[in-house]
């Protein structure tokens, strides 16, 4: 398991700079809100963090190379973790070769910055986001062994290269499926016969060769509640890890959690509170840590009125952070970007009026919104870990 790191400079002197600007590559400054996330965060014994991309300098992205995204990261967190250059996609052009570049590039950056890295992910259980020359794959006449062959050098290779640098892993991503509770398929799991032992020698592999990082088990079942099945089945896949001795230290619970326009806030949470509850205490009863790993909020339902749409999500966010910090396992909490400019959901689940889902800490101006002030007060409510 990997363990808490101590305040960098960088961060006390965030956690005591009142009224610090962030600096934006056009020429303008805004007013960072202060102390830091992060320093909320650490005061507790917590990380705070975001994902960022890659991209090339100058590119208008949500990465590390542009100084306005950057001033943001370099504001609130203390961990990051990469959007997609860690996934075979990206890193793996066919089977014999690997390309890392563009996530050491994010490492240095991080390292430089004094944040601590995550490693998304070593395995995404879902075919339609493996590369086609692994969909295509011809296992031979050994199917198993070369299967087994092909996992073990991706995680092996990876870990071996990076376990000293990243604290901890998504080892295995997304293996339920969220419609029948049941595991996925693949060429992998095909081959090597049966899903369930392709992730129990994901993460085995995993724990020999990064001895010192946590391991993750991530998926995005959450509180709503067309959710039941799918958190069936992960808490099946978890009993059943247990039961084999597999070697998975946390739940990574994604929390792209989404408010729609029906009922009070309070009415909606009030529903959704006591399964996600009895979900969580299932899964610390096993032992389990929790992990918050790509936190957003939809909300795509919402209407138009920025006021009104702001007010909803940092009210609902607020409720599921206070649930959720309400767990002395949770340490880390990342949310799936900084700024509403560069969210996925912009292009996942786009809004009919055309505007930027509010869904993020900062809008796409830069500008912090009553999010990032719940996610503040929820750090500043939350009881102390103690190792």
């Known amino acids: 398991m ?3 790191h101590d305040f960098t400079r960088r961060q006390m002197l965030a956690a ?3 009224g610090a600007a962030l600096t934006l590559g056009g020429g303008g400054s805004l007013a960072a809100p202060a102390p830091s996330l992060d320093a909320l965060a650490r005061a507790k014994g917590m990380r705070f963090g975001s994902c960022t991309a890659w991209a090339p300098p100058g590119a208008d992205r949500g990465s590390f190379a542009n100084p306005d995204y950057a001033a943001l990261l370099e504001a609130d967190c203390g961990i990051l973790v990469p959007e997609n250059e860690f996934k075979w996609q990206a890193l793996r052009p066919d089977a014999e070769h690997f390309d890392t570049s563009r996530f050491d590039a994010m490492l240095a950056y991080a390292k430089a910055k004094g944040m601590a890295m995550r490693g998304h992910t070593l395995l995404w259980q879902k075919p339609q986001y493996y590369p086609k020359w692994l969909n295509d794959y011809d296992f031979g006449a050994q199917p198993r062994a070369r ?5 073990t050098g991706h995680i092996e290779t990876l870990c071996r290269r990076f376990g000293d640098s990243i604290v901890s892993f998504d080892v295995v991503n997304e293996a339920v499926d969220e419609k029948t509770g049941a595991l996925r398929d693949s060429s992998l799991s095909r081959a090597i016969g049966g899903t369930a032992p392709l992730i129990d020698l994901a993460f085995h592999t995993a724990r020999a060769a990064a001895p010192r990082a946590q391991l ?3 998926d995005y079942m959450s509180w ?3 959710n039941e099945a799918h958190r069936a089945g992960v808490l099946r896949l978890l009993e059943g890890l247990r039961k084999r001795g597999v070697p998975v230290d946390a739940l990574g619970v994604q929390s792209h959690i989404g408010i729609k326009n029906e009922g009070t806030v309070a009415q909606v949470v009030a529903q959704q509170t006591g399964p996600w509850r ?3 205490d299932a899964v610390t009863a096993m032992g389990y840590a929790l992990v918050i790993t790509e936190m957003d909020v939809n909300d795509q339902a919402l209407p138009t009125d920025t006021a009104i749409r702001d007010a909803r999500v940092a009210d609902y966010a607020r409720a599921y952070l206070e649930l959720m910090f309400g767990y002395p396992k949770l340490r880390d909490v990342l949310v799936w970007g900084m700024c509403d400019k560069y969210s996925w959901l912009n292009g996942f689940t786009p809004r009919a009026d055309g505007t930027h889902q509010r869904c993020a800490p900062y809008d796409a101006q830069f500008r912090a919104k009553p999010l990032h002030a719940a996610i503040a007060a929820c750090f500043r409510g939350a009881d102390r870990r103690t190792v």
């Open 147 to 151: 299967a087994e062959a092909v996992l």
């Open 16 to 18: 005591g700079a009142a």
């Open 278 to 280: 009895e979900f969580l």
């Open 216 to 218: 993750v088990y991530n």
């Open 2 to 4: 990997s363990t808490m």
């Open 224 to 226: 709503e509640p067309e």
